[in-house]
């Protein structure tokens, strides 16, 4: 009896001791299966969509010409070229001491480009419909240049092959997004990987090292015989005993050391990922809840409960027992492939010369659609080399000094405060002019005594000849002076002065160009009676 014990006891202190080199390593293996949709149309016959861009692709759906149970409706909304800008950085050369010893400097071009697009969805089958904007932004910063001119340069010479370049990438980021949207959502989608894996142990000296590595080339020899399209119920045969030989190796380890600990752990993650991918994730949350009381790990223990939760719902969503089975997905829509339309064709286009504060001088088309939002900024058409409009550029009020239209409708770059903004909401580097900032504002009237423009369509500006900046007549300080603000203005003309007093004028803008009007008569008449 003691030469009994003492032999148990020698035995658990060489398991102890082999327990100390129970490193583990990850060994990988194949798994194959169809990956389940959250919103499944149960009836495989209805299991078809319709859509008007051939780059939209359902996993496991029949593409039909109209009238699909899911239909998709895309269209791209364009690329608009934001403020292109090239930015100067000083560089200094120093020497030992830290003295600069020279100056120099480079420049380099940035500029935003922005492309939209709008989706709208219907689902026959269970009266779901939405409408979906994507958006996309990138902005592009070139390689350094050894002057200014050169960097303008070179983006004048690329600029059509950059657009068309992030104009490319865009619809395809958005394209991607609305698949992968629509194939979680409906999509059945084969999946295989060869990077699942098990935890086998890494030492010769582990009594359990050869059996650990036979059973994983058993497990890698049948899982690469699994075809998501196919049943596995045959693997499931094969894996009963590599399931038992993990499970026979838990009871040889007992004790809390942590190299212990890690043996039981091993058995505990290869059994609960095997039942995973075997699809019997009841077993799995078991095998999870001893991985958390063996306590080595307990955040795996965690995360296959989770796994094996969500397996479940999806499985009693699809209303199936299993994560094989075939896939039909097919084109029967005979719809010839056409390029896509350029987002600017069929729309009333207007010809005006905008002149920059550089006063450099472009002809630029603008879509009747944008006229009434110009005012921070402008909006213009854009053509690639060929003459083909191609998208939206847009450029800051601030660079713009005029706006000439062909017709006659007319822009020009006021500085003002919009009544809108609210004391203390003041860009620094405008405090200077008050909180006046660049606006494009349509001409009303201009004088060599008194201007008047409007903004936005709504807020008119009164400009005195010879003054920096404007003054909202929606402006508080303009409305509770009106009258005192009107007598200022008409200095030097009294008959003006005099109908000001008698509230002759009001704050529309009939009233204003007549009070323009007769200020710039007023003005030229005394002039011709000061020549006589």
Known sequence: MKQGLLTSITLLFCLISFAQSADLDKENFKVSYVKLPTKPILDDTKRTYSTNHRGISIS????????????YNYTFNGTEIGEVNINKNKIEKKDKEGKVISVSYEYMVVVTYSSSASLSFNNAETAENFQKTYSEST????????????AKDYYNNNRHNLRNKYRTAHKNTIISNI????????GYIPYTTEYEYLWILGSKKHPEFQKHHEAFDKVKASFDKIKYDEPIDEIKKEMEPIIEYFNSVIPNYPGDKRKIRKVRYASYYNIANLYYYLEMPEKVKEYAQKIIDNNYDKKDGKYFIKKADKLI??????????????????????????????????????????????????????????????????????????????GSRVKSAKKCKELVFVDG???RNIKFKESSIK????DAGQMVLGGATDKLCKVLFESDK????????????????????????????????????????????????????????????KSLLKFCNELTKCSSSATTQDGN
């Open 409 to 411: 409708l007319h822009y």
């Open 139 to 150: 902005t592009y910063k070139s390689s350094t240049f050894g002057s200014y001119t050169k």
């Open 423 to 426: 004391s203390g909401a003041v």
């Open 179 to 186: 698949n992968s949207y629509a194939n979680r959502a409906y």
């Open 313 to 390: 719902k999806s499985l009693e969503t699809n209303k199936t027992n299993t994560r094989h089975m075939k896939v039909l997905t097919e084109d029967l829509s005979n719809v010839p492939e056409e390029e896509e339309e350029t987002e600017t064709a069929d729309v009333e286009l207007n010809k005006a010369y905008l002149i920059t504060k550089e006063n450099d001088t472009t002809l630029v088309d603008i879509k009747s659609s944008d006229i009434a939002s110009i005012g921070y900024k402008l909006k213009t058409v854009e053509y690639d080399q060929n003459g083909t409009p191609i």
């Open 450 to 509: 008194i201007n008047l423009y409007l903004f936005n369509e709504s807020e008119m500006v009164i400009l005195p000849a010879g003054s920096e900046k404007g003054k909202s007549t929606m402006a508080a300080g303009f409305v509770f002076g009106f009258k005192k603000n009107l007598t200022k203005y008409a200095e030097g003309c009294p008959t003006v002065i005099e109908k000001v007093a008698n509230k002759e004028y009001k704050n529309n803008q």
């Open 60 to 71: 496991g759906f029949s593409k039909v010409k109209s009238e699909g149970t899911l239909d």
